[in-house]
């Protein structure tokens, strides 16, 4: 089958963009747009739409500041719905099952200016007590047209069914709102940095403080605004994952190489755990016919101890999808560790399903009893006999970096 991707077009490109930030200069991503075009329309007839939300709400980011926001459901009533909401409920399911009951939720949104969340009535006020609820709430949407449209496939959210303009929302009973998230929204005071590190550690589901981000309902009451899901999703993943850090960065460094394996979707993923400290990488390569890429294609981003303070160009959202599933179990051992992530993303991937794929793919490596090797060269070894690439090493900083610190080590012996 002929490719999407115009000829100019470098496979490079494509990966680093994955439909997100129009490097191509199309103004629209071919490959997205010919992934839904093997998807049957989605339509919906009538004005009005009842059914249980997860609780999901969706905030585009198109015409920033000014976006469409509203909330998320399936043309019908059911409490069996809680798991779409949660990504991490949806690990183990094939790329079929997961884009067939996800295109039932349908995005019914009004346009809002992001900088003025606290507006009382209508479709924002039902967006947010949705995002509050811990538990499914049925709704009630007024709809301007009839909802005929695609599939929206994303690199960064979960598939999702198409967008349609709501003229009106009404939940239909109380929403089942936590304590600490009831305490937390009402705390104008707080940053959002620290709110949502303290829902994350009340364990709060990551969904859950990426809907209330979104939500604009997190952070000192001028500052508070509403977040892009897409934007949301990485910045929560990066906001605990530094969090973590500074904890990490300070525990006693493990005493062995660890490496952990898993693979999911055809996505396979090593992490190697050294005994160094606190420092993170993660190379991907995308095989040749994968989702982005019609050839092999080799990419890093690396961040030292001190971490990074650029957005990591290569990898983008999947870097801090790992890297959070990594520092959470190192958090729970009270053990820092220098981290290598090595992703193969074969044919196999032949959707794209969202980050967290990547999180939950990472998490459940970790889960895993590791293997333990006394050297970096009998773990690089190891991993170099799994994989595709035989050459992976090559792209490695931290491979590199440890070597020549080795060599140096060996030559000041002499003296």
């Known amino acids: 089958m002929k490719s999407p991707i115009p000829s100019w077009v470098k496979p490079e490109t494509c990966i680093k963009c994955k439909g997100a930030k129009n490097l191509c200069g199309l103004g629209y991503c071919p490959i997205l747009e010919s992934a839904k075009d093997g998807f049957p329309k989605i339509e919906f007839k009538g004005k009005e739409m009842y059914g249980s939300s997860p609780p999901s709400i969706f905030v585009g980011r198109y015409g920033y500041p000014k976006v469409y926001a509203g909330p998320v459901l399936p043309p019908f009533v059911s409490k069996d719905v809680e798991f779409l909401g949660i990504s991490s409920r949806l690990y183990g399911m094939g790329i079929t099952e997961i884009i067939g009951k996800r295109s039932a939720l349908y995005r019914t949104s009004s346009i809002y200016d992001v900088r003025r969340p606290r507006e009382k009535g209508g479709v924002l006020e039902a967006t947010q007590l949705l995002a509050m609820s811990e538990k499914p709430v049925d709704i009630e949407v007024k709809l301007a047209k009839e909802v005929k449209g695609a599939l929206s496939l994303d690199f960064f959210h979960a598939p999702i069914g198409p967008r349609t303009e709501a003229e009106k929302a009404r939940i239909t009973e109380n ?20 709110a949502l590190f303290e829902l994350f550690s009340s364990g709060i589901e990551i969904d859950r403080a990426q809907n209330l981000l979104s939500a604009g309902l997190l952070g000192d009451k001028r500052k508070r605004r509403m977040v892009p899901t897409r934007w949301s999703i990485t910045a929560v993943d990066d906001i605990l994952g530094k969090k973590l850090m500074e904890r990490v960065r300070y525990y006693q460094e493990i005493g062995e190489f660890e490496l952990y394996e898993n693979t999911y979707l055809g996505n396979h993923m090593l992490i190697l755990l050294m005994p160094e400290e606190w420092g993170f990488e993660m190379v991907e390569m995308w095989m040749r016919g994968s989702y982005w890429s019609p050839q092999d294609v080799t990419l890093s981003d690396w961040e030292p101890f001190e971490g990074r303070k650029s957005y990591a160009e290569n990898i983008t959202g999947g870097y801090y999808a790992a890297r959070l599933a990594v520092l959470e179990h190192l958090h729970r051992r009270r053990r820092s560790a220098k981290v290598l992530i090595y992703r193969e993303i074969s044919p196999e991937y032949w959707a794209p399903l969202g980050v967290w794929v990547v999180r939950e793919t990472a998490r459940n490596a970790m889960r895993k009893v590791p293997e333990r090797f006394s050297s970096l060269d009998e773990a690089v070894e190891k991993i170099t006999e799994r994989v595709h690439n035989k050459e992976w090493k090559k792209h490695s900083h931290t491979i590199r970096e440890m070597r020549v610190q080795r060599r140096l080590s060996d030559y000041w012996k002499v003296f």
């Open 175 to 194: 929403p089942v709102v936590p304590r600490k998230v009831d305490a937390i929204v009402d705390d104008t005071d707080a940053k959002a940095t620290d």
